[in-house]
């Protein structure tokens, strides 16, 4: 039987990161639908991420994306978080919204290029030096649309070089974390395009290198939690983008498009012991025609809706019945877990916490809403499509 104490205690433990860019404005290449009272300022999407925390209690930290957050003064940012009830989280680098770009950033063939990448990832961890952030989330757009069009050998070379550099230059409780994606925006090949692209280069670097799983970035019929599950066992698994999707990198809210995935790789993280702080779970979304500050409570509800699920497993039925070589009990320990409706536990967790039972009702009925429709008239935020 499952302790259901160890469980509360670590529902009420976990904590899920949101990103700035998912409050703002974004949309696909066709339409951004602008919505009223979202961020103009890095300072007001804390202000919404403040209220996410507020409701859900386990959602303290903010990913930032730089220059789309950038500000003069990121030990203030901190302050001005830190006066909210939140930290600013992982520094998301960008790298590939210059024209100068076009052709790569890190691997661009133009030395000048590569140099005016490898200084915005170093400004990167100057920032993170000012706000207190622990890791650095880095994500290339870099690859190539035709073969021949470069060579994919020296791109990884000069891959290598760059991460070289940025990885020395990452204070002792820094870290930096690969992403990999498989296509997108290049069609050919992209320089990290999977995760044993980014596991190569996280062991060579070392052991403030790991990779980061996007949810998002895999070919159709992926097997995510088996990629979870040898990540952790090798001791390289830094954390999570969460987002759903149904093709391609959709970027819709966590545990929407198929939670029954999201289940099978919250079990892995449990059965690998990968809930501790050296795994960090973000979000990494974009809502593009729904509300964003509840479809960014939803998420974080989905994403604990599944842990719950995947921590009630009973791991001592589990281990029995693999023993015994019965398949069939097997697989109904897990699904007997998977189709435990957690949401009542979920609810006590959250009054435990002093928090209300429905975090999107309460959320609904602070009036927050109207109050930033009305509050931020004029102005605009960059982001995703913008
Ligand atoms: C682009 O695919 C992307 O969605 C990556 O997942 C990054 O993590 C995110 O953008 C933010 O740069
Ligand atoms: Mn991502
Ligand atoms: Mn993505």
Request: hydrophobic share 40%; with cysteine.
């Amino acid at each position: 039987m499952t302790e259901l104490g160890a469980v509360r205690a670590a529902l009420k433990a976990q904590r899920i990161e949101t990103p700035s860019w998912a409050y703002g404005n974004s949309g696909t290449r066709f339409k951004v639908f602008a919505q009223a009272g979202v961020p103009r300022t890095p300072y007001e999407k804390l202000d919404d991420a403040a209220q996410v925390h507020r409701f859900t209690g386990v959602a303290p930290s903010v990913a930032l994306h730089i220059p789309w957050d950038k500000v003069e003064d990121y030990a203030g940012l901190a302050k001005y978080a830190e006066e909210r009830g939140i930290t600013l989280g992982t520094i998301n680098a960008n790298v590939f919204q210059d024209d100068d770009y076009k052709l790569g950033s890190v691997t661009n063939p133009d030395p000048a290029v590569r140099k005016k990448a490898l200084q915005h990832l170093l400004e990167c961890v100057d920032i993170m030096d000012a706000t207190g952030s622990r890791d650095l989330k880095l994500w290339f757009s870099d690859g190539t649309n035709y073969p021949g069009q470069d060579d994919i050998h020296a791109r990884q070379d000069r891959l290598a070089e760059a991460l070289h550099t940025v990885y020395e230059r990452l204070g002792d409780h820094q870290r930096m974390l690969l992403e990999y994606k498989l296509f997108e925006p290049s069609f050919y090949t992209m320089d990290v395009p999977d995760w044993g692209t980014a596991y190569a280069h996280c062991l060579e670097l070392g052991e403030k290198a790991q990779v980061v799983v996007d949810t998002g970035h895999h070919a159709p019929g992926t097997n995510i939690e088996f990629i979870v599950a040898l990540l952790l066992r090798a001791g390289k698994l830094g954390g999570f983008d969460f987002n759903s999707r149904f093709y391609a990198d959709d970027d819709l809210m966590a545990g929407a498009a198929d939670p029954f995935q999201l289940f099978r790789i919250m079990y892995e993280v449990v059965r690998g012991g990968g809930f501790t702080d050296d795994v960090a779970f973000m979000l990494d979304q974009c809502h593009n025609i729904e509300a964003k500050i509840p479809a960014i409570i939803r998420s974080v509800m989905n994403v604990q809706e599944a842990t719950a699920k995947a921590l009630l497993v009973d791991a001592e039925a589990l281990a029995a019945a693999q023993h015994d070589g019965d398949v069939l009990a097997a697989n109904a320990v897990l699904m007997d877990a998977y189709n435990t409706d957690v949401r009542p536990l979920l609810a006590d967790v959250r009054q435990e916490l002093g928090l209300t039972a429905d975090p999107i009702a309460a959320y609904k009925g602070s009036g927050w809403a109207e109050r930033i429709v009305a509050e931020r008239v004029g102005g605009e935020q960059a982001g995703w499509g913008a």
